[in-house]
C-alpha cells in the first residue's frame, strides 16, 4: 500500500508539472504574439495613415471599436461593478491612458519612422520611475539616476537627428511620440490603486470608455472625411489589423499571460518591440537601419535595464499579488 500511495503521489506531481509547463509556454507564447502585434503595428498603421485615414479619424475608429468588444466580453466574463467614487480617477486614466496616449501616439507615427518610434516607446520604464519619484512612489539609486541620463540620451540622438541639428523631418513626430510616452507612465502610476482594487479587464473598459467621449470630440470629423471606396486590400487589411490585433487581442492575451507568470516578464517583453519593429519595417523597405539608431537604441536599452530590472527576473514564477500596471500597455 505505501508504494502505491507513493507511486499515485509521483503521477499526480508529474501530471501538475506539466500541467504548470504547459501553462507558462502558453503564457509566453501570447506574449511572444502581443508583442509581434506591437512591433508589426508600427509598420502597418503608416500603410493606412495617412494616405487613407488621417490620425485621430484612425484613433476614433480604434477606440470605438475596442471599446464596443470589451463592454461585451467584460459583461459575459468578469460583469465586475465600479464603485462610483472611482470614476473620477478612471476619467484621469482615460485622459492620460487613452487620449493623450493615442492621440500623441498615431499623430507622431504619422510623421516619424516605425523605428524611431518603438525606440522612444521603450523609453516608458524611465519615465514611470522620473513621475514615481516626483510622486514620492519610488526612491532614486544610482542606478536608476545613470539608467535615467543613458535613456535620456539616446531619445536626444533621435529626435535630434544627425548632427543633432533638430531641424529632421521626423524631429515633430518624435516629440509626439515622447509625450505619448510621458503620458502613459503617468497613466501607468496614478492607474496603480485601480488595478490593485479591480480586475484588469474591468479596469480597461472603463478606461477606454471615458477616453470615447474626447475622442470622439477629436477624431470624428477626420473620420467623416474617410474616402471608403478609395480603400485598397491592403489598407482595409492594416485597418483591421490595428484594431482588432495590436488592440483588443493584444491587451486580451496580455491578461490571460497574467495568470501564468509574474508581471515582471510581461514588463520585459517590451525589449522584443523594437527589435520585431526593426526586422518588419525594414524587411517591408518601410524604414532604414543608421548608426544614430544603433547608438540610441543601445543607450535605451541599457536605461531601461538599469531603471527596471537591476534586481534580476524569475522567469516561471506565477504572481502572488495583483498584476503590475507595467504590464497593461496601451499603444
Not at 9 to 34: C, D, E, G, P, W
Not at 112 to 125: D, F, Q, V
Not at 267 to 287: E, F, H, N, R, W
Amino acid at each position: 500500500m505505501p508504494g502505491k500511495r507513493c507511486g499515485a503521489k509521483t503521477a499526480h506531481n508529474a501530471r501538475n508539472f506539466q500541467f504548470a509547463a504547459m501553462s507558462n509556454f502558453r503564457a509566453h507564447l501570447y506574449l511572444f504574439i502581443v508583442n509581434l502585434f506591437y512591433g508589426a503595428g508600427f509598420t502597418v498603421s503608416k500603410i493606412v495613415m495617412p494616405e487613407f485615414i488621417k490620425p485621430f479619424g484612425f484613433i476614433f475608429i480604434r477606440v470605438s471599436v475596442t471599446t464596443a468588444l470589451f463592454w461585451g466580453l467584460h459583461r459575459f466574463w468578469i460583469n465586475e461593478k465600479v464603485a462610483k467614487k472611482d470614476f473620477a480617477l478612471l476619467a484621469l486614466c482615460g485622459l492620460f491612458g487613452v487620449v493623450i496616449n493615442q492621440e500623441m501616439f498615431f499623430l507622431g507615427l504619422s510623421i516619424t519612422t516605425p523605428i524611431n518610434a518603438a525606440l522612444i516607446m521603450i523609453m516608458t520604464p524611465i519615465l514611470v520611475f522620473v513621475i514615481s519619484f516626483f510622486m514620492a512612489h519610488e526612491k532614486a539609486t544610482w542606478q536608476k539616476i545613470l539608467g535615467l541620463v543613458l535613456g535620456a540620451s539616446g531619445a536626444l540622438i533621435i529626435i535630434s537627428g544627425r548632427g543633432f541639428s533638430f531641424t529632421g523631418k521626423t524631429v515633430l513626430g518624435d516629440l509626439f511620440i515622447l509625450i505619448n510616452a510621458t503620458s502613459y507612465a503617468v497613466y501607468l502610476v496614478i492607474v496603480r490603486p485601480l488595478m490593485k482594487k479591480y480586475h484588469p479587464l474591468t479596469v480597461i473598459t472603463w478606461v477606454f470608455a471615458f477616453g470615447l467621449l474626447p475622442v470622439t470630440l477629436f477624431g470624428f470629423n477626420q473620420f467623416n472625411e474617410i474616402e471608403w471606396n478609395s480603400f485598397t486590400t491592403q489598407a482595409w487589411l492594416g485597418l483591421a489589423f490595428v484594431v482588432i490585433c495590436t488592440t483588443f487581442f493584444a491587451y486580451l492575451l496580455n491578461i490571460l499571460a497574467l495568470r501564468e507568470v509574474h508581471s515582471s516578464v510581461v514588463g520585459a517583453y517590451i525589449y522584443l518591440q523594437p527589435v520585431l519593429a526593426t526586422i518588419i519595417s525594414v524587411s517591408l523597405g518601410k524604414d532604414q537601419i543608421t548608426f544614430e539608431k544603433i547608438v540610441s537604441a543601445l543607450l535605451i536599452f541599457s536605461g531601461v535595464y538599469m531603471v527596471s530590472f537591476a534586481g534580476g527576473i524569475k522567469l516561471f514564477n506565477k504572481p502572488k499579488t495583483e498584476p503590475d500596471t507595467n504590464d497593461m500597455v496601451m499603444e
